[in-house]
């Protein structure tokens, strides 16, 4: 089974800051992807970054990073320059090697200060 | 190239009622993933619909039900609701090469806001 742990139900951070959003992960599978979406209070889930198990680079979105500890099992978001519209609920999710579903986490509540 | 799009927006029903929720796929994938969340938590997948086939189930019950059509859109569909089901459910769209595989990333529409009273 997968599970993804997000340790922060809310963060703040000064616009124009750097943030950095947990998440950890437990699989069994030999090959996975780890994804983190964003969800504004509309709703919508929005796609922002993905990182694969046997990639050898962290994965990079314009100003989305994804630090991915591999040992560690660890795969935190990395936001810089903070935006007041990066104000929103964020989801690590993961799919395994098999597996139809994504598992999502708990969610992060970010929240941008002018 | 569209996106993922969903109907309706919102819905208010009675408890004991049926409903239909309707999705549409992003233009070049084959398969469907329905989800539902609950306030304040993170997504929990339903099932999978890859070529008109459930290709994976959540743990829900069996009046949680779906198809998927030709053109790859698709419908939930809940009978006997009770008040739990008052979740936003959300739709995703991927591409898998054959069954049993992983699906690449995957890109949700805008969702569908049910409230059963």
């Known amino acids: 089974a997968q599970k993804i742990t997000q340790t922060q139900p809310g963060m703040f951070v000064q616009e124009k800051e750097a943030v950095t959003l947990d998440c950890t992960y437990d699989t069994s599978d030999p090959s996975y992807g780890l994804f983190w979406y964003k969800q504004p209070s509309s709703g919508e889930m929005i796609f922002l970054i993905y990182q694969g198990s046997y990639d050898q680079q962290n994965a990079t979105e314009g100003r989305y990073s994804l630090n991915f500890q591999k040992a560690r099992k660890s795969a935190n978001l990395v936001i810089s320059a903070s935006q007041l519209g990066d104000s929103a609920m964020y989801f690590c999710a993961m799919r395994g090697n098999y597996g139809q579903n994504f598992v999502f986490g708990p969610g992060t509540r970010l929240s941008v200060l002018p | 190239e569209t996106g993922v799009t969903q109907s309706p927006t919102h819905l208010i029903k009675t408890r004991g009622q049926q409903v239909t929720l309707r999705c549409s796929s992003q233009s070049g994938h084959n398969t469907v993933s329905w989800y539902q969340q609950a306030l304040g938590q993170g997504p929990q997948f339903i099932f999978q619909y890859y070529r008109e086939e459930e290709n994976g189930r959540g743990n829900f019950p069996p009046r949680f039900s779906g198809l998927q059509f030709p053109n790859y859109s698709s419908e939930l569909n809940v009978n006997a609701l009770e008040l739990d089901d008052s979740a936003l459910y959300l739709c995703?769209?991927?591409?898998?090469?054959?069954?049993?595989?992983?699906?690449?990333?995957?890109?949700f529409g805008p969702g569908t806001r049910l409230t059963v009273l």
């Open positions: 995703a769209s991927s591409f898998i090469v054959v069954a049993g595989s992983s699906a690449d990333t995957q890109y």
